[in-house]
Nanobody, 124 residues
Framework: QVHLAESGGGLVQAGGSLRLSCEVSGRTFSSYCMGWFRQAPGKEREFVAALTRSGGTTYYTDSVKGRFTISRDNAKNTVYLQMTSLKPEDTAVYYC?????????????????WGQGTQVTVSS
């Protein structure tokens, strides 16, 4: 079994920053590519960012490019999402996900494992 646990969410003013963490246990962390998704109230879950097993290649949805940075520390079994210049439209529950693929998917149904989510609220 693979267990993912997100942390780091909270309430922040527009323009502020947050760093989300997702600790993974149960299997060899470096065997998984990792992704972050988010779901706002009344909306479908959407792709935010992903990175390869080594962390050498990253992918972002257009709306967060230049503001969010995904990274991983394989020694700590943790993936991060550094979020800067936050906007009210970034408000959502953020989920991390793991997939046993070489190229990280950008669609949620392709991911094998999910965390429980962490709430991010950006006030205007």
């Amino acid at each position: 079994q693979v267990h993912l646990a997100e942390s780091g969410g909270g309430l922040v003013q527009a323009g502020g920053s947050l760093r989300l963490s997702c600790e993974v246990s149960g299997r060899t962390f470096s065997s998984y590519c990792m992704g972050w998704f988010r779901q706002a109230p009344g909306k479908e879950r959407e792709f935010v960012a992903a990175l390869t097993r080594s962390g050498g290649t990253t992918y972002y949805t257009d709306s967060v490019k230049g503001r969010f940075t995904i990274s991983r520390d394989n020694a700590k079994n943790t993936v991060y999402l550094q979020m800067t210049s936050l906007k009210p439209e970034d408000t959502a529950v953020y989920y991390c996900a793991a997939d046993y693929s070489w190229i990280p998917p950008t669609t949620q149904h392709e991911y094998d494992y999910w965390g429980q989510g962490t709430q991010v609220t950006v006030s205007s």
